[in-house]
């Protein structure tokens, strides 16, 4: 097996997948979205839910008819600062962007917008809807519900998604505020990244039925299916290190993605239908925007907040520790890095890849 890794410039992936989104029936304008969703995360070093996620989630679920690859975008009621919106179960990313759009427009006449979404998909990396906000001057949050993963705390049943609540905020440094992160230990993307590297699971991220640390990455990813498997909220197992509080922002997220839009929820999205066969995922999702200078000059806000950051990585350090990271200061290194590399493919990547331009056709060029 080639264990060899392959840089492959950014453009020419993103081109790649949106030439696959096309050819599989989605739009044009909904292809251009998609592909720029997932090429970003892995700009920013978001692996695990960039372009590894092309084939197995989107191409997969459209080929399994799970996923529509055209998008219905219905808006069902609207006001001057609110709107819920249907998806239909159509493409994620594209819905997402099309509500923060939404969201910041409302923001920009009223000072706030927020829109909440039912019957979405998976929608990619949340930091990418809170930056739409960043980059026109407001604050920016999402969150989004998933398949039930995380099990309550003194509970071993994946009753819950891993549910990420991210927020991004303008600053005067190279790089937004942006904390981006799920609400359990980990996440169900990063499973699936340590299944293709053939790595085994540390403790502390994934229990079983008895309770105990389960680290069979492979048989893991197939158990949280089958509630024999659960991810450990934030805080992990219990009561001493706060699990209680990972478990309650997990659930503030699934109540913020699914009451307000009466979205599916829960064992809703489990993705199985009653005959046991593969079900769409129905997700919901919410978006805000505040505007900045509704409340104070922006420069003044983005002042502040780079200078809290830089106040907070000039504290005194840990014995041996060499850096304090503030939020979205690791992903501006990776671009940095990246920017004139492109995206590392592995050996499954890779294939998966190669499958891909085989079953659609496409003429696109592969650098391995």
Same mark, same amino acid.
């Given at each position: 097996?080639?264990?060899?890794?392959?840089?492959?410039?950014?453009?020419?992936?993103?081109?790649?997948?949106?030439?696959?989104?096309?050819?599989?029936?989605?739009?044009?304008?909904?292809?251009?979205?998609?592909?720029?969703?997932?090429?970003?995360?892995?700009?920013?070093? #978001?692996?695990?839910?960039?372009?590894?996620?092309?084939?197995? /989630?989107?191409?997969?679920? /459209?080929?399994?008819?799970?996923?529509?690859?055209?998008?219905?975008?219905?808006?069902?009621?609207?006001?001057?600062?609110?709107?819920?919106?249907?998806?239909?179960?159509?493409?994620?990313?594209?819905?997402?962007?099309?509500?923060?759009?939404?969201?910041?427009?409302?923001?920009?006449?009223?000072?706030?917008?927020?829109?909440?979404?039912?019957?979405?998909?998976?929608?990619?990396?949340?930091?990418?809807?809170?930056?739409?906000?960043?980059? *026109?001057?407001?604050?920016?949050?999402?969150?989004?519900?998933?398949?039930?993963?995380?099990? =309550?705390?003194?509970?071993?049943?994946?009753?819950?998604?891993?549910?990420?609540?991210?927020?991004?905020?303008?600053?005067?440094?190279?790089?937004?505020?942006?904390?981006?992160?799920?609400?359990?230990?980990?996440?169900?993307?990063?499973?699936?990244?340590?299944?293709?590297?053939?790595?085994?699971?540390?403790?502390?991220?994934?229990?079983?039925?008895?309770?105990?640390?389960?680290?069979?990455?492979?048989?893991?990813?197939?158990?949280?299916?089958?509630? @024999?498997?659960?991810?450990?909220?934030?805080?992990?197992?219990?009561?001493?290190?706060?699990?209680? @509080?990972?478990?309650?922002?997990?659930?503030?997220?699934?109540?913020?993605?699914?009451?307000?839009?009466?979205?599916?929820?829960?064992?809703?999205?489990?993705? #199985?239908?009653?005959?046991?066969?593969?079900?769409?995922?129905?997700?919901?999702?919410?978006?805000?925007?505040?505007? /900045?200078?509704?409340?104070?000059?922006?420069?003044?806000?983005?002042?502040?907040?780079?200078?809290?950051?830089?106040?907070?990585?000039?504290?005194?350090?840990?014995?041996?520790?060499? *850096?304090?990271?503030?939020?979205?200061?690791?992903?501006?290194?990776?671009?940095?890095? *990246?920017?004139? @590399?492109?995206?590392?493919?592995?050996? =499954?990547?890779?294939?998966?890849?190669?499958?891909?331009?085989?079953?659609?056709?496409?003429?696109?060029?592969?650098?391995?």
């Amino acid at each position: 097996m080639d264990e060899s890794v392959t840089w492959w410039n950014f453009d020419e992936v993103e081109k790649f997948m949106r030439d696959g989104f096309e050819a599989i029936g989605v739009p044009a304008e909904e292809a251009a979205v998609c592909a720029n969703v997932l090429i970003a995360a892995d700009k920013r070093g #978001v692996d695990s839910h960039g372009v590894g996620r092309f084939k197995p /989630i989107y191409l997969d679920r /459209i080929w399994a008819g799970t996923q529509l690859p055209k998008t219905n975008f219905e808006v069902v009621k609207d006001t001057p600062t609110t709107a819920v919106v249907d998806g239909h179960n159509g493409m994620g990313h594209y819905i997402a962007k099309r509500c923060m759009d939404m969201a910041i427009e409302k923001a920009d006449k009223f000072g706030m917008g927020m829109v909440v979404t039912r019957n979405s998909t998976h929608y990619g990396a949340a930091f990418y809807y809170a930056n739409m906000a960043v980059e *026109r001057g407001m604050i920016g949050m999402t969150t989004t519900s998933a398949r039930p993963s995380i099990a =309550p705390t003194w509970g071993v049943e994946p009753m819950i998604g891993t549910n990420p609540m991210t927020w991004g905020m303008p600053s005067d440094e190279a790089f937004p505020y942006m904390p981006d992160y799920a609400t359990s230990t980990t996440q169900r993307g990063k499973l699936e990244l340590y299944d293709r590297l053939g790595k085994d699971l540390p403790d502390g991220w994934v229990i079983g039925e008895d309770g105990k640390y389960r680290h069979d990455t492979h048989q893991v990813l197939i158990d949280l299916t089958k509630d @024999k498997a659960a991810l450990t909220p934030l805080g992990g197992l219990g009561e001493d290190f706060s699990g209680y @509080k990972g478990y309650g922002n997990a659930l503030t997220v699934e109540l913020l993605s699914s009451a307000l839009s009466q979205a599916n929820f829960m064992k809703a999205l489990m993705g #199985v239908g009653p005959d046991g066969k593969p079900a769409p995922i129905e997700l919901g999702h919410s978006f805000l925007a505040i505007k /900045i200078e509704n409340f104070c000059d922006l420069e003044a806000f983005k002042h502040q907040v780079g200078e809290i950051n830089r106040q907070l990585r000039a504290s005194k350090k840990a014995p041996g520790a060499k *850096r304090i990271y503030t939020p979205g200061e690791k992903e501006y290194d990776t671009w940095m890095f *990246r920017k004139d @590399k492109g995206v590392p493919f592995n050996a =499954p990547l890779k294939a998966a890849f190669k499958t891909v331009k085989e079953k659609l056709n496409l003429k696109n060029d592969l650098p391995f």
